[in-house]
């Protein structure tokens, strides 16, 4: 089975601070995602990428930027965090149609 | 602009019954449906998925029923178990492009 795997489960960090958000892949997957998932609000995309190097942005992508150095590895920047992006973030990589998501980290910013 | 209005937010039934979620979209180029469901805790997980030129897709005790006219699907759980308790997330995908998910339905079967 895919795994795709978050560094933390739980993250609490303070506003301004600059926050990275982890995710690795084991099945060499080109395409990765992140979503952040609020309630009422559904699941969001925030950044993909379909290889090494090279990201899109989705449908929210303000106070967010990623990197993708390595194909198994995606990682999420909040560049200054703020109180309104406490919220659970979802990592997903993907083969055709089939989306495998993470556990998420939930992340409150104080 | 929301793509994939999903119905209701939230259902409780009793355990045995069948607690259908609806959504419809707008874009006729989607061509891929599927659901997923989430427990607590986790991320949601692919449960079952359609494409358009079928009208009904089972696995199971769950049940995708699709009507290409009226730009609708709906997720059916058959005999439904407390176990069956989780937030279900319906989604459409148009060729190259990422998936667009509905809001999300959060279901509690009753013992």
């Known amino acids: 089975d895919v795994k795709v795997t978050q560094s933390s489960r739980y993250l609490v960090k303070r506003t301004g601070e600059k926050v990275f958000l982890e995710c690795v892949q084991d099945?060499?997957?080109?395409?990765m995602f992140w979503y952040r998932q609020d309630p009422g609000l559904g699941l969001r995309l925030i950044y993909f990428?379909?290889?090494?190097?090279?990201?899109e942005k989705g449908d929210i992508p303000e106070g967010y930027s990623v990197s993708r150095e390595k194909k198994e590895r995606f990682s999420l920047i909040l560049e200054s965090a703020s109180t309104n992006q406490t919220s659970m973030y979802l990592c997903?990589?993907?083969?055709?149609?089939?989306?495998?998501f993470g556990s998420g980290t939930r992340l409150t910013v104080v | 602009q929301q793509q994939v209005k999903q119905s209701p937010q939230s259902l409780i039934v009793q355990k045995g019954g069948i607690p259908i979620i609806n959504c419809a979209y707008e874009?006729?180029?989607?061509?891929?449906f599927p659901w997923y469901q989430q427990f607590p805790g986790k991320g949601p997980a692919l449960l079952i998925a359609?494409?358009?030129?079928?009208s009904e897709k089972k696995e199971g005790r769950f049940t995708i029923s699709f009507n290409k006219s009226a730009k609708q699907f709906s997720l059916h759980i058959m005999d439904s178990q407390p176990g069956d308790s989780a937030t279900y997330f319906c989604?459409?995908?148009?060729?190259?492009?990422?998936?667009?998910f509905g809001k999300g339905t959060m279901l509690l079967v009753s013992p």
């Open positions: 989604a459409a995908k148009k060729p190259l492009s990422t998936l667009t």
């Open positions: 997903a990589s993907r083969t055709g149609t089939g989306y495998t």
């Open positions: 990428s379909y290889d090494v190097k090279m990201k």
């Open positions: 099945m060499d997957h080109e395409n």
């Open positions: 359609i494409r358009p030129d079928v």
């Open positions: 874009n006729t180029a989607f061509d891929y």
